[in-house]
């Protein structure tokens, strides 16, 4: 624990104007108020914020942010109110404690309605002003630092997964990489320590085999620029098992497929000298296609800016390279905090700095996100689409006129027209890309220019969701649908009641609801139906306010995991695409759909059923010319609550015994449960094999997929797609 006077010592050294007084009383008030409060590690509870406030110096944050730290539990733990503050330490600090002490725990669960309400907080308070995030990602980072001490292993995880979800993205943008980075190893430690821990023994392996060949290689890059008059510091740095772990699931690649686990940075003096760098790389090892990328020029949405470049490079090693300045590179591990410093006689963050540098507003990314939740309609949507808009990279696209337009990479025109003005979106009704027209469906790539066609009134057919990506486009489509939705969420609410009062033996025929009506003050059976069909209230808690008496066995059938399977029961997991009764569904043994993936439904041409495919399943292709047989699907929120479905996994496995043993504890250990197992393609050295496998969702299978792969003796793990 950093004492008082290092504390200060800390601040002092980078921030001249820094007001000893404040941070002294700071504190003094803190460790006062916090008394003999313990964590769970039995360090006392004071230490936390010391703490804190020491991650925040390492950042060179104001003496605001640091008094702010200091006190940032005070009013939630303590007998502290913001007048108290206001009083003591002045309105500035008061409002930044105040507005980290609203950002409630995200408990992701709890029932969405929390969540929401808390993301909603959160995004509001921190959009404001961004030293409330900085504060509370340092107040997250310790946690994490100290997780192990939580006896709970259900909290333990729960932590660590609301870190890997919300904190990790909010960090990467605002472009505090060292942070998010982190975040991530941390939480992925205690979320998933098997398949880190088999990372890692890959890594050690590699460290010992090329290791040395690490500074050698750096040492011929630097040589090669100093030849040329570029005075260049050069160094390698080996990928982190999070970053691995996740290019293994979204790339579906072996470990040894890999060509980045190990890049070299190259750190030169201006902007000009790193177009010249590039140039002396290139001249000298052949550049891999495809693989430049210009952040200079346009730099990332979090202002990361650098040149990017794969080379096959000395001794036939395939080498990625960043190429930047030391300005840069501080903006690339610090994000917005390497703007803080000392100018006309005060500290604090520099705007113009930042903006003479090429970078823009910090709070930028954060208000995109205000204006998800101002359009977000269903609260689990709002939730899914707010971590949507964290998470994804970017694209550049112009409009006619040339103004330039970031969007996710990945993003379609109905997202370029939502992001243009809401009135765009609104009235879209087709699209040019680069003077010619194109599906609504079609992706748009680097410097396209995009030119929307508008109808005269608004338009938002069902399947409109299925042709956007980002959240701001998502949210307000689906406030255009939801008057629309409204009655099939009642009967898929009341099919939902009816099946488990059903389950447990009981009728619902011959009870009123009236109960639960008061229970939870809805005016109506169809409004109380509509709430169980969005999710908001499960049946099983109108079971037992109707027959509070429920015996164990009775509760445990109407409880009891379901397993999601065509036939008539479909009806209460698929929703959407003009459902009409009397149509049989079923799900395409082709592509295995379970909750998680994207959806979509093909009418039997005979019209008396539905197939229910992956709208990446292969079978697809046989369709695209009968766009009047294709439904637009979507999950309902009684597929992702306790139930379990089945999916294929195909994996190509070493002959070698006990490897096929190693590969079903793996999926054993990461909850999957085998039902079928098929041995095909047999050969000398290797074969494959078929796995079915009971999962909860595609995030489920994927983790199983990605654990599998990270094992050395299965060579590949694909998802059975048709």
């Known amino acids: 624990m950093l004492r008082q006077y290092e504390l200060i010592d800390k601040v002092s050294s980078y921030d001249p104007t820094a007001d000893e007084a404040i941070l002294n009383r700071a504190y003094v008030y803190a460790m006062r108020m916090h008394g003999s409060q313990k964590r769970a590690s039995g360090d006392p509870y004071f230490a936390h914020p010391i703490e804190v406030a020491g991650i925040l110096t390492d950042y060179r944050l104001d003496t605001s942010t640091i008094v702010t730290a200091l006190l940032h539990d005070v009013i939630e733990d303590c007998p502290v109110t913001p007048e108290d503050i206001t009083e003591l330490f002045g309105p500035e600090i008061a409002e930044m404690v105040e507005g980290v002490t609203k950002l409630t725990k995200l408990e ?13 907080k959160f995004i509001l308070a921190i959009s404001k002003d961004v030293r409330v995030l900085m504060v509370k990602l340092a107040d997250r980072l310790h946690n994490m630092r100290t997780l192990q001490y939580i006896k709970n292993p259900a909290k333990r995880e729960r932590i660590a997964r609301e870190t890997l979800d919300i904190y990790a993205p909010l960090a990467r943008s605002i472009g505090c990489h060292r942070i998010c980075s982190e975040l991530e190893e941390l939480a992925f430690e205690h979320l998933n320590p098997v398949a880190r821990d088999a990372i890692g023994r890959r890594l050690e ?30 160094f390698g740095r080996e990928k982190n098992p999070y970053s691995i772990w996740r290019k293994l699931q979204r790339k579906s690649i072996g470990f040894s497929q890999l060509s980045d686990i190990y890049a070299f940075r190259v750190i030169v ?27 200079i020029s346009t730099p990332k949405r979090n202002n990361y800016r650098s040149l990017h470049t794969t080379v096959v490079g000395p001794r036939g090693m395939r080498i990625e390279m960043q190429i930047r300045t030391e300005a840069m590179d501080r903006v690339a591990e610090e994000g917005v905090a390497a703007h803080w410093r000392y100018k006309d006689k005060s500290y604090g963050f520099d705007a113009e700095a930042q903006a ?18 101002e359009h977000g309609g269903d609260v689990e949507e709002l939730v899914e689409h707010a971590k949507l808009e964290m998470y994804l990279d970017q694209v550049f696209v112009f409009t006619p006129k040339g103004k330039l337009v970031s969007l996710p990479r990945g993003a379609m025109p109905l997202d370029f027209a939502y992001a243009v003005h809401t009135d765009v979106g609104d009235t879209c009704i087709g699209v040019k890309i680069n003077g010619e027209l194109k599906p609504l469906r079609t992706q748009m790539h680097n410097g396209d220019v995009v030119e929307v066609i508008r109808g005269p009134k608004p338009v938002a057919p069902q399947d409109w969701r299925t042709l956007t990506v980002t959240g701001r486009a998502r949210a307000a489509i689906r406030r255009h649908i939801r008057i629309a939705e409204k009655e099939e969420f009642t009967r898929l609410g009341r099919a939902t009641v009816e099946q488990t009062f059903e389950r447990a033996g009981k009728s619902r025929a011959d009870v009123s609801l009236k109960p639960a009506l008061e229970r939870f003050a809805v005016a109506s059976e169809e409004e109380l139906h509509h709430l169980v069909g969005r999710g908001k209230i ?12 429920l015996n164990a066995s009775e509760r445990a059938a109407a409880m009891a995991t379901r397993r999601i399977e065509g036939g008539k029961s479909a009806r209460l997991f698929v929703k959407g695409g003009g459902l009409t009764p009397g149509v049989s569904l079923h799900f395409g043994a082709c592509c295995t759909p379970v909750p998680g993936d994207r959806i979509v439904g093909i009418v039997d041409p005979e019209g008396t059923g539905l197939t229910v495919h992956a709208i990446d399943c292969a079978k697809l292709a046989e369709f695209e010319d009968r766009e009047e047989l294709w439904r637009d699907l979507q999950w309902t929120p009684e597929a992702e609550r306790n139930t379990v479905t089945q999916s294929r996994l195909t994996a190509t496995i070493r002959n070698a015994p006990g490897v096929l043993g190693q590969a079903c504890t793996v999926i054993g250990d990461a909850g999957g449960n085998i039902v079928n197992l098929r041995m095909h393609r047999r050969q000398a050295d290797f074969f494959d094999v078929d796995f079915d496998i009971e999962v909860k969702d595609a995030r489920h299978l994927t983790n199983i997929a990605a654990a599998l792969r990270a094992n050395p003796s299965i060579e590949t793990v694909e998802r059975a797609k048709g």
């Open 108 to 120: 992701l669960n709890s029932e969405y309605t929390k969540q929401a309400e808390n993301l909603r």
């Open 205 to 234: 392996a590699l460290r010992n085999e090329q290791g040395g060949a690490v500074a050698v290689v750096s040492g011929e890059i630097a040589a090669k620029l100093e030849a040329q008059g570029i005075s260049a510091r050069v």
């Open 269 to 295: 003096e201006s902007e000009d000298e790193c177009y010249r760098a590039l140039g002396v790389i290139h001249r000298a090892w052949s550049s891999v296609p495809e693989r430049f990328k210009d952040y």
């Open 356 to 373: 003479a540098e090429g970078g823009r507003d910090p709070l930028v990314n954060l208000r995109h996100l205000v204006q998800v939740l």
């Open 538 to 549: 499960t049946p099983g808690q109108i079971l037992d306010i109707i027959f509070p008496g």
